[in-house]
């Protein structure tokens, strides 16, 4: 379980999350920020999963009948800050409902492809 002093060095050091407001979801094991409501009455929101070297950062939104990714990105620690390695995104036609199985192997592969 995430302490709230924890949670409090997440948010300052997470860049993505600058200025955001951010709550800790243990059953998901995910931060999450405040979001936004657009004019179509869709809610944007971020998803953030950390480990002890890893930032993998989910841009989602929540319509009315499903959730959708609107794009990853990944940061890597360099001992004092985050730092991005790679980013994808879909959008549009293009967008994918939100699917965590679809969404970890998307990621996977992005580290793979930033490894090589």
Do not use: H
Request: charged share 15%; glycine share 8%; aromatic share 16%.
């Amino acid at each position: 379980m995430m302490n709230t002093a924890l949670q409090a060095i997440a948010t300052k050091a997470l860049p993505a999350l600058s200025g955001e407001q951010v709550t800790y979801n243990a059953a998901k094991n995910v931060f999450l920020s405040q979001g936004y409501t657009s004019a179509a009455g869709n809610m944007y929101y971020k998803a953030i999963r950390l480990s002890n070297r890893l930032m993998v950062y989910y841009d989602l939104g929540q319509g009315y009948a499903y959730t959708f990714l609107n794009g990853i990105k990944l940061f890597c620690w360099d001992g004092q800050k985050a730092q991005l390695i790679a980013q994808k995104y879909w959008g549009g036609c293009d967008y994918r409902i939100f699917n965590e199985q679809f969404a970890k192997e998307q990621s996977i592969l992005m580290l793979k492809s930033f490894l090589a």
